[in-house]
C-alpha cells in the first residue's frame, strides 16, 4: 500500500448525500479480476451520458478539476455495498483524500486499506471547504497525516480526528495482513481453546 | 455487568486487543462469492500464503450466474472468467466450493443458514453487505470488503472496533398483509438509511420472535440499508428448531450441548443499549419505496412526496432528484402506479417461504398484458423445495417466468436487468439509481405485494386482492 503523509492537490466537490456505492462504480463494472482499471467507470451514470459522452456539468468532466486528488462528499457517502472496487475506482481516478460530514462504515473502513484518507468534519467545515473548492488549481488543500490538519488555501488550519491504528498503518503504507501474522501465536492459542470449549461446532460440510 | 447478545458474542471472539482498542476478531465462518474474492486470492498467492482454516469457509458463485438453463456454461465473457477464477481458486487453496450445477448452489446468504454453515453465535463474514442476514440465527454477521476478505483467509480474524448497541423493538400482532419486509422497510423509513452507522441492531419484542427464521432473515438482511453493519435476533427455540439437521450443523448430543451453550447468548436484563427504536406493530402498513434510496418509503395507501413543501434546500434537491429519476409526480399516489417487471427473488426475499407467500397471490390470476414477471429462487433446494409443493406450476400457469438460483436482478450482474426507463416493483433490497440496469427505477415490496403488482399490473395494497 502507498503511504499517506501529506498531500497538496485539487480539491472537487460532490456534496450530494447519500452517494451509494452501486453510483460510485456500478455493478456491471465489477465483473474484473483486477484492482486496476476502474478509474476510468468511477461515478460512471453521473460522469457519462447514454451515448458514454462526457456530462459537461459533471465537476470531475469540468477542466479545473480533472485532476482532482481531494473529493469533498456529502453525508453518508459510500453507503450501499461492501465493494471494494468503490475505492479502487476513486484511487485508480486519483483520488488519496475524501471529506466529508459522515461516511457508510465498510466504505469507510475499505478506504485505509488502499491508501485513502476518509476524514470526517462538521457539515458547516465541509461547506467552507467546499467554497474554497470552487477556485479549482487555484485553491489547492494541503493534508498533513501527521499534524491531522488540512490547511486551507488561506492558510488556516483545520483539526480532525483519525483512528490512531489506522493512522500508523497510512503513514507507514502498512498492510494489515503483514501485521496480523505476527499474531500467529495468540490465533493459534484462541483456536486451541475454542477448540476445547466449542468441540460441538463442526466445520464446513459441502462433500 | 450485563451484556447484549452483539456485546457477549464479540467478548467470545476477541483474540487479542491492541493498545487503541481496536480487537483481533476470530471469525468462525467465512463465506466467499466470485466478485469480491479473486483480488483477495491473488493477494495471498503474491504473498505466499495459504488459506488458514479452509474447513470455516464455503465458497459458491451466485452473482454472475445466469438464471437460464446452465448447461450451455456462462455466455459472457467477464462473469464466465469471474467464475472460472473463483473455480481455479478454490481447488489452489482446497476452499470447500459448490458448483453452479450443484443442486445446493443458490445466493450465499440463503445457502449459509440452509446447510447449517452458520450457526448462533457464530461471528459470519462475506465481502458482501448482505452478510448482515445470517444475524437472524443470533451470529454477529456482517459484510467485508476484499482487503478483509484476504485478511481473513489468511488469518482466520479481522481487525475490528466494537460497535455501538441499538435496540429496535416492535411489539404487537403484525396486521393482515403485512410481512417482516414491511417491518424492515418501516424500520428503514423511521430511523433512515444512516440511522444505523456504527451500530449493531438488535431486533427484539414479541413481533419479531413470532416471525419464522425467513422472516428474521428478512429482517436481518437489510440492516445495512439502515447504515447498521449487523443486525441480530436472540436465538431461541424456532431457531434451534431451524438448525436441527442440517447438514453442517452439530448432530445429536453434540447438538444439545451446541444449544446450551446457545441459550446463554440473549441479552441479559438491563444490558445497556446506546439507542432504542420503538415500533408499534399494528400501526403497519404493506410498504412501498417510491425513491431511490431505502429510506424513502411510504405505506402503499400513501402518496409520494411532495418537495415544494421541504423546507431544507439540500433535502429538497434531493426529493426533486428522486421524484424525477422515479419519472413519478409530487404527491402522486403510489398505488395504481403502472409498473414494467416483477422481481422476485434475492438474498431478501428468494426464500421457500417467500415463494409461498407470492404463490398464494398469483394461484388462479394471470400476469397483467405487458408485464414481465421472474420469480428466482434463492438456492437449487429453494427451488426443488417449490417444485415440490407445485409452486412452480402455479407461478408458470400464471404467466411468470420460473428461473434458476442467484442474485440475478437484484444487481443485474447476469443478463437478468431492467431496460432503461423500465418500472420494477421488487422483492430485492436497493432501489438506488440503475441498481437493477441502468436507467431502471425499482419499487421494493414484500413478496405478496409483488405477486400482486404482477397480477394487476401496477403498485397495489396487497390486501385487496386476499
Known sequence: MQPFTTLTGIAASLPEQNI???KIIPARFLKTIKRTGLGKNLFDTLRYDESGAERPDFVLNQPAFRHAEILLAGENFGCGSSREHAPWALLDFGIRCIIAPSFADIFHGNCFKNGILPIVLPADICAALQDDATLGGNARLSIDLSRQVI??????????????????CLLNGLDDIGQTMQLIPAIDHYEARLAASHDWMPGVMVG | MPRTLFDKIWDAHVVEVME?????????????????????FEGLAL??????????????????????DRAHGIAEPESALQVATLVANVEAFGVPYIPVTDRRQGIVHIIGPELGVSLPGMTIVCGDSHTS???????????????????????????????????VRVEGALPAGCTAKDIILAIIGQIGTAGGTGHV??????????????????????SIEA?????????DDVTFDYVRGRPSAPQGEALERAIEYWRTLPSDPGAHYDSLVEIDAASLVPMVSWGTNPEAVVPITGCAPDPAAERDPARRALLERMISYMDLTPGQKMAGTKIDVVFIGSCTNGRIEDLRAAASVARGRKVAPGVRALVVPGSGLVKAQAESEGLDRVFLDAGFEWREAGCSMCLGMNPDKL????????TSNRNFEGRQGPAGRTHLLSPSMAAAAAVTGALVDVRELV
Open chain 2, 133 to 167: 442476514t445470517h444475524g437472524a440465527l443470533g451470529s454477529l454477521a456482517f459484510g467485508i470488503g476484499t482487503s478483509e476478505v484476504e485478511h481473513v483467509l489468511a488469518t482466520q480474524t479481522l481487525l475490528q472496533k466494537p460497535a455501538k448497541n441499538m435496540l
Open chain 2, 47 to 68: 504473498a505466499g500464503r495459504r488459506v488458514r482454516r479452509p474447513d470455516a469457509t464455503l465458497a459458491v458463485a451466485d452473482h454472475n450466474v445466469p438464471t437460464e
Open chain 2, 419 to 426: 431496460t432503461p426507463g423500465q418500472r420494477c416493483a421488487s
Open chain 1, 151 to 168: 490547511i486551507r488555501p488561506n492558510g488556516e488550519e483545520i483539526a480532525f480526528e483519525v483512528d490512531e491504528f489506522r493512522k500508523h
Open chain 1, 20 to 22: 451509494d456505492t452501486d
Open chain 2, 227 to 235: 447504515g447498521a453493519r449487523a443486525g441480530l435476533i436472540a436465538p
Open chain 2, 20 to 40: 487503541d482498542g481496536t480487537a483481533v476478531l476470530y471469525i468462525d465462518r467465512h463465506l466467499v462469492h466470485e466478485v469480491t474474492s479473486p483480488q483477495a
Open chain 2, 201 to 222: 441492531i438488535e431486533y427484539a419484542g414479541s413481533t419479531i420472535r413470532a416471525l419464522d427464521m425467513a422472516g428474521r432473515m428478512t429482517v436481518c438482511n437489510m
